[in-house]
C-alpha cells in the first residue's frame, strides 16, 4: 500500500522493500552456506589434489582451506607478504572479516609445499594477493568464484550433494573430529564461534554414526 502524499510515502515504502530484498538475500545465502556439506572421503581429497596438479593457485586454495580451518574470505584477503617467509611451525596472524577478531593459522608441511609451488610460477609483490584473480591488476578472487571452483572439483571426482566455498572449513572441521578425534569444545575455540549450536552445524555427523553407537553395550 502507497500513500503519494501520507506518512508512508512511495519513497519510504521503497527504501522498506529494498531493505526487506537485502535481508531475505542474506537469509537465504547464510541458509545456502549452512546446507553445504564437507568433504568426508579422503580418496576424494586426494583425488581432488591431483586434478589440481597442474594449476598451483587453486591446489594451494584447496588446501589451505581444508587444512587451516579458516573462513574462506580470510583466507583470500591474503597477500604475498602474509606468507612468502613463513616456515613450517610458524604462526600466521589474521583479523576476520566477519567478526573483526584476531585469529591465526599454523603453516604445516603440506601448506608450505603447495605454498612454495604456487608462488614459484609467478612474480609477485608482496602487496599482490595470495589468490589473486585473473581479472584486473591485484584483485582477489571472490567468494561466488570459490563456489564456483569447488563444485567443479567436486564434481570432477563424482561427489554428490552440495558443495561450496564454505565447505573447505566444514571439511576441516570433519577430518578433525572424526579422523584426529579433536573435541568439539576445542574445534568452537578454532573456529571462534560464539555459540555451541554453530560449531554443531559443522560437525558434519553421519546417520551411520548415530546408528553406531547403538551398537555399543553398557
Not at 506518512?7 to 552456506?33: M, N, T, V
Not at 589434489?49 to 598451483?56: F, M, Q, R, T, V
Not at 599454523?106 to 605454498?115: D, F, P, Q, R, W
Not at 576441516?172 to 555451541?196: D, I, M
Amino acid at each position: 500500500m502507497s500513500y503519494r502524499n501520507g506518512p508512508w510515502s512511495s519513497r519510504k515504502q521503497g527504501r522498506f522493500e529494498c531493505s526487506i530484498s537485502a535481508w531475505l538475500e542474506e537469509k537465504q545465502a547464510l541458509e545456502a552456506k549452512m546446507k553445504v556439506e564437507p568433504i568426508i572421503d579422503v580418496k576424494s581429497i586426494k583425488s581432488i589434489k591431483k586434478i589440481l596438479s597442474d594449476n598451483p593457485r587453486d591446489k594451494l586454495l584447496f588446501i589451505m582451506g581444508i587444512n587451516s580451518g579458516l573462513r574462506v574470505q580470510d583466507l583470500l584477503a591474503l597477500k604475498v607478504g602474509d606468507v612468502k617467509d613463513v616456515k613450517v611451525g610458524d604462526r600466521v596472524i589474521l583479523r576476520e572479516k566477519k567478526t573483526g577478531k584476531e585469529n591465526v593459522f599454523i603453516m604445516n608441511k603440506e601448506i608450505k609445499l603447495a605454498l612454495d609451488d604456487h608462488l614459484s610460477q609467478f612474480e609477485s609483490g608482496d602487496d599482490h594477493f595470495l589468490f589473486k584473480s585473473r581479472k584486473g591488476r591485484n584483485y582477489p578472487l571472490t567468494t561466488f568464484a570459490v563456489t564456483k571452483y569447488v563444485k567443479r572439483w567436486t564434481e570432477a571426482v563424482n561427489l554428490k550433494g552440495n558443495y561450496g566455498a564454505h565447505t573447505l572449513r566444514k571439511t576441516w572441521c570433519y577430518h578433525q573430529r572424526k579422523t584426529f578425534g579433536v573435541s568439539w569444545e576445542v574445534l568452537a575455540k578454532r573456529l571462534n564461534h560464539s555459540s555451541p549450536s554453530i560449531t554443531r552445524r559443522y560437525l558434519g555427523i553421519q546417520e551411520e554414526e548415530v546408528e553406531e553407537i547403538l551398537l555399543n553395550v553398557i
